[in-house]
């Protein structure tokens, strides 16, 4: 008999179609991926099988129950992480999994071994509480309250995103012996490394089914979508000899707590420098510091010519920066958040229009104009983002994980953006998780417990650390983290 | 000129706010439609019972006098002076006069009857003013002699000749409508700009603190502007209600007032993350503000240390200067200390609320 | 059970961590209790007096100082003529004006009071409180008494009215909030797909909050009682078990507007729109209900917090028997018994 089984599932949300005609199944102790673009509908299946949501049309059953009338045997059995899980951020770490734990009819002393190779990592931090853990860290937890109860269905929705690689690898690795014991699991993830750890795939876009198969299968037959071909960094090692960002023995304490601890790096004027670290090791605290958001303890930086601890106003105009959590208004039309940032760098109306128009039509965004930003997919926000974020020509622009959760295409598409910009003389700094990434970088520094510890361009390190690619060379480095949270 | 743009978004803002538009067009109306019919504390309607232990003519002829008076709403004679007091235990009458025996004959020998008023006091005001009217009527009845002093004594109510509530309590509704206008609005837009994370955005770019704040005002100084006009207009067209003194004179006090409560808001939401935490600290500090200024009972009757504290409540400062204008009719001369405490008061705030927006920390 | 434990436990926790939401659960009712208490009265004190007489005359003299020696006025002017005194009212100065005809004995030549009326009430008050203080050398006809309120104190008819407020609020808005918090974030979603059942897990995010109602109410009691000196006359039984109803009643509100609510914010403006601004407004708390227009009046009828007021106001204050507020009681129970299948049945077990 099938885990799961799913016949002619729809589902719409107003005008919206979330899923169409959904059709397939996935057999008991299988490892099932499904993999889509960011509003493809794999939330809306996800929230059905659990029993969440009713479907307009079409049946759908978890382990031999209907999921509209075997509600509660259903809800018995499953175990479900959603997308953006969130803990309680005023309870501790332990308190957490406790309650999850206790909430599922099963103890962390029951089921210490199979959350282990995670929950170690977060352990030392266990009395603190959980709202002062970082994005990584918190993630950590979720999945530890995720896997200790057994259930024999387990949901995961994009359970890495904003994870870095080692525990990426950790976490994957824990499902693959959960499969063991006969869990059925389906998961979603952006990954491609991870994709090729499901046994099957299904690939949803705009709520249908576009194939099933292997992962292999799946990734030729959509290779424009997952694997597009590599971009080459068209002009890799013509820099100017002029330094953008300098750094010499940057601290910043919280306390006693080193959250960056003496770094010093340098980047030359129009390079792409890749800012790489594991979750906690401090890269978003130096970046904040190079933007001028908080003030250094310790060591002093220049950026653009302007030292970041007097003259961060000045710092301010010649910087571009797009952050973590998506950074346009989401009630402004794309051309108002163009007009509105444009307009705080001074530019008047008429360049305004002018080069708004050369913009859209190069990203061929035209047609939304006038769309306010908070109906686009996640992919072009981020795009625009961008855009918008070099708009007013700067000599720097600060990028932290600006492609979290988006598909390769997209992914790609960004970094010809970026690519574009370099080309232009804007020196870029970014911080991303995916290595294939970090591999299109001149060169990287990788942070480890607030420290630099490898610096230098993505061949010299494989070099010089002895390692097959970029992936491998971060794992090595990144464990032997000592220290896991900020 | 960066000013410009940053107008342009939080108007355009507004307007594709669900929520804000439909606020600011039913807040004040609603605030001036049925607000001046609820808060009011006007004693009448004073439900009085009976008892008439005498049941002479005399007795009788007061018990009349008591039924025929506008101001009271006669309920019944009770047999008992119990019976009566029941009715007060249900809540079903106010007040009761007890006629004693011997009333007629008492009143034949010329001496002085004792009648008995007792009302319900648990609502002190009401009992207090039922009783001294409900004593008024007897008195003229029951002992001729200081009737005829009392004859002599008159009383002019000034500004306010019909004893109307509304009148009194329509100036102290505008504090309520600028702390919702230009406290709470700009300060919910500011914590939730923080909750978005769109703030850090702003704080990397070249924005300078003031020209981000006083986008952040503006708008809904002009939003507290229009809704004062409104305010004024309604007033007039429902009640006939106009100020006394000087119209520019409401709105310098209005304007003074939003300049605190701009301030305030900043500064809290300055300390705050949530929106959750804003609204609770400014709730919290807003009913002090408004309890404590004399809007529904006069600040003199307050024990002299709480009394010492509407010296530094604004609200207080711009009740009293705006009743003086409205109701009393009075001019620049007789507000300029009120006028000068709101400014003062006001730019403290406001020199703390930028003071404590930080950029970079 | 273990679960059961294990969620109120969590909830515990969520209340107690949030400090500022702390201080603001147990700092309202003190701050209420005292602003109540001592601040807010209509007591007739400290009222600005000026005399205006033409010519000192003996009589006149004496009649001032009698006005100077009472606990109510403050003389702060002695002004000639009226029109000088309407000045000194204007500019705030003053509240009331004596005004001594020249010959103010005579029968026929009186004094007349021109009071400042912006204060509706206050003015007739003072008023009366003049006229008293100058006559009260005759004997008179009337004994008058103030049942209940001797002292006629304003924390006897406001100490009720703040239970019935405070109670709603921490019941309705905080109960509502919090599992509004729940849905936001996501945690909901955990939960609902846990093998709890739903009714366990409102019953458990609500005992939380029934208890602190418990505590917060004796704090009230005790506060009355010990600070404020308000009499606490009725049987302690029935108060309780009134209140329990009212605590109950709060707390399906509370759920109905979570059900309703998506977003937090969503439910705290809600609940201060729908909930707590018609009990501040039209429960009687502070304006009288019998003052307002009949359709007001109407509306102030479906107010849960009116029955409950009144019923506290018996008990407390007027010290009556349980059948003085059966009607209040059973108005109470029905509402109750009604909004509690309400909230109930809309509770949704899947996501909208």
């Known amino acids: ?486 | 000129m960066v000013l410009k743009y940053l107008l342009r978004k939080e108007f355009t803002q507004i307007r594709r706010n669900s929520f804000l538009p439909r606020l600011i067009i039913v807040f004040p109306i609603m605030v001036m439609c049925v607000m001046p019919w609820v808060m009011n504390m006007e004693v009448k309607n004073i439900v009085v019972d009976v008892v008439d232990n005498d049941r002479s003519t005399q007795s009788q002829r007061l018990v009349h006098e008591i039924e025929a008076n506008n101001y009271f709403v006669f309920h019944g004679q009770q047999p008992t002076y119990a019976a009566a007091l029941s009715n007060i235990e249900h809540s079903t009458s106010d007040a009761i006069v007890v006629i004693p025996q011997h009333y007629s004959r008492d009143l034949v020998l010329g001496r002085t009857p004792q009648v008995l008023v007792a009302a319900n006091a648990v609502n002190g005001t009401k009992g207090s003013i039922g009783s001294a009217y409900l004593s008024q009527v007897v008195i003229a009845r029951a002992s001729p002699s200081a009737a005829s002093v009392q004859s002599q004594v008159s009383t002019l109510y000034l500004y306010n000749k019909q004893l109307d509530f509304k009148r009194f309590m329509i100036p102290a509704l505008f504090a309520i409508v600028m702390m919702l206008m230009t406290g709470y609005l700009p300060t919910l837009n500011i914590v939730g700009e923080k909750e978005a994370g769109t703030i850090e955005q702003i704080n990397v770019t070249p924005v300078s603190k003031w020209t981000f704040i006083l986008a952040k005002l503006i708008p809904y100084w002009i939003i507290a502007f229009f809704v004062v006009t409104v305010c004024l207009l309604l007033s007039w067209g429902i009640y006939g209600i106009v100020p006394a003194g000087s119209i520019a004179l409401v709105y310098l006090l209005a304007m003074l007032l939003a300049l605190f409560f701009s301030s305030f808001g900043l500064i809290v939401s300055n300390y705050s993350d949530t929106m959750q935490q804003a609204i609770f600290v400014m709730w919290f500090f807003v009913v002090m503000l408004l309890l404590l200024s004399g809007l529904f009972t006069p600040t003199r009757s307050m024990p002299y240390a709480v009394y010492l504290t509407t010296y530094v409540n604004p609200v207080s400062y711009f009740i009293e200067a705006m009743r003086t204008v409205c109701i009393r009719g009075g001019d620049m001369g007789s507000i300029y200390h009120q006028v000068l405490a709101l400014l003062g008061i006001g730019l403290l705030m406001s020199m703390w609320a930028v003071q404590s927006y930080k950029k970079n920390c | 059970m273990r679960q059961f434990i294990a969620f109120v436990t969590k909830e515990a926790k969520h209340i107690i961590r949030d400090k500022r939401t702390m201080l603001m659960l147990f700092g309202m009712p003190v701050v209420m209790m005292l602003i109540f208490g001592f601040a807010i009265t209509n007591d007739v004190r400290n009222v600005r007096t000026v005399i205006v007489m033409s010519n000192a005359s003996y009589a006149t003299r004496q009649a001032a100082d009698r006005l100077a020696a009472s606990e109510y006025f403050t003389i702060v002017k002695t002004v000639a003529t009226p029109a000088e005194a309407e000045q000194t009212i204007r500019n705030q100065q003053a509240d009331i004006a004596v005004v001594f005809a020249q010959d103010f004995t005579e029968p026929g030549h009186g004094v007349q009071f021109i009071v400042d009326g912006a204060d509706p009430n206050m003015a007739q008050l003072w008023s009366n409180y003049a006229r008293a203080v100058l006559m009260n050398a005759e004997g008179t006809a009337v004994n008058s008494q103030m049942l209940y309120n001797p002292q006629m104190k304003s924390a006897y008819n406001f100490v009720p009215a703040i239970m019935g407020m405070l109670l709603m609020l921490v019941c309705a808005m905080m109960t509502s909030i919090s599992i509004v918090r729940e849905k936001e974030r996501g945690t909901m979603e955990v939960l609902l797909v846990s093998p709890t059942r739903p009714l366990l897990i409102i019953v458990a995010k609500v005992v939380p909050y029934l208890v602190l109602a418990f505590l917060i109410l004796t704090a009230i009691l005790l506060m009355s009682t010990y600070v404020l000196d308000v009499p606490l006359h009725g049987s302690l039984f029935w108060i309780f078990a009134i209140s329990t109803v009212y605590i109950l009643l709060a707390l399906s509100l509370g759920l109905l507007v979570s059900n309703v609510a998506k977003t937090q914010l969503a439910a705290l403006l809600l609940s201060a729109m729908v909930l707590l601004m018609p009990i501040i407004m039209l429960s009687g708390m502070v304006f009288p209900i019998e003052s307002m227009p009949r359709i007001l009046q109407y509306v102030s009828a479906i107010i849960p917090t009116r029955y409950y007021i009144s019923a506290m106001r018996k008990l407390m204050i007027m010290d009556t028997g349980i059948g003085q507020v059966f009607r209040e009681l059973m108005i109470l129970v029905g509402m109750l018994v009604i909004l509690l299948a309400l909230s109930l049945t809309k509770f949704n077990k899947r996501l909208e």
């Open chain 1, 1 to 486: 008999m099938n885990a799961i089984e799913v016949n002619n599932l729809s589902r719409r949300y107003g005008k919206v179609q979330a899923l169409k005609a959904v059709s397939f199944s996935v057999e008991r102790g299988e490892l099932f991926g499904i993999i889509g673009p960011d509003g493809a509908g794999k939330t809306t299946l996800y929230r059905i099988l659990c029993s969440l949501l009713l479907p307009d049309e079409g049946t759908a059953s978890v382990n031999g129950y209907d999921v509209v009338s075997g509600m509660k045997e259903i809800r018995r059995r499953v175990g479900y992480m959603p997308g953006r899980f969130s803990l309680y951020q005023d309870l501790t770490v332990e308190e957490n999994l406790r309650f999850f734990a206790t909430l599922f009819g099963t103890t962390i002393e029951e089921n210490y071994d199979s959350i282990k190779a995670i929950y170690t990592q977060i352990e030392p931090f266990r009395k603190r509480r959980t709202g002062a853990l970082s994005g990584g860290m918190k993630q950590k937890l979720a999945l530890c309250c995720a896997l200790v109860h057994q259930p024999s269905v387990l949901f995961l929705d994009e359970p890495t995103t904003g994870v870095d690689p080692v525990s990426r690898k950790e976490f994957w690795e824990m499902l693959s012996q959960l499969k063991e014991r006969e869990m059925t699991i389906v998961a979603s993830t952006p990954y491609l490394d991870e994709v090729r750890m499901c046994e099957r795939v299904a690939f949803l876009s705009e709520g249908r089914i576009r194939g099933i198969g292997t992962p292999d299968d799946i990734l030729t037959t959509f290779r424009d979508t997952f694997n597009p071909p590599a971009i080459e960094n068209p002009e890799a090692g013509t820099k100017s000899n002029e330094n953008a960002i300098e750094v010499k023995h940057l601290v910043k304490a919280f306390g006693s707590f080193h959250a960056v601890d003496d770094i010093s790096f340098t980047v030359r004027k129009g390079e792409i420098f890749g800012f790489l670290g594991a979750n906690g090791a401090g890269k978003t605290t130096a970046m904040r510091m190079l933007t001028g958001l908080s003030q250094p303890t310790d060591g002093n930086g220049k950026v653009a010519g302007f030292d970041i601890r007097t003259e961060y106003e000045q710092i301010k105009k010649h910087i571009g920066y797009m952050s973590q959590k998506f950074s346009l208004y989401e009630d402004l039309t794309v051309a108002e958040n163009i007009s509105l940032f444009a307009g705080i760098y001074g530019m008047d109306d008429g360049e305004i229009r002018r080069k708004t128009s050369d913009l859209l039509d190069r990203l061929d965004f035209s047609a939304h104009r006038n769309t306010l930003v908070s109906s686009l997919p996640l992919g072009w926000k981020q795009k625009l983002a961008f855009s918008v974020s070099i708009f007013h020509d700067p000599h720097v622009v600060f990028l932290d994980e600006p492609t979290g959760g988006v598909d390769p295409a997209t992914r790609r598409q960004f970094w010809k953006l970026i690519y574009d910009a370099a080309k232009q003389g804007i020196t870029v700094f970014v911080t991303t998780h995916y290595m294939d990434e970090a591999e299109y970088c001149d060169r990287i520094s990788i942070m480890v417990d607030g420290k630099i510890k490898a610096l230098g361009t993505p061949e010299e390190l494989k070099q010089k650390l002895g390692q097959p690619d970029m992936d491998h060379v971060f794992t090595f480095l990144a464990r032997q983290a000592t220290r896991c949270a900020d």
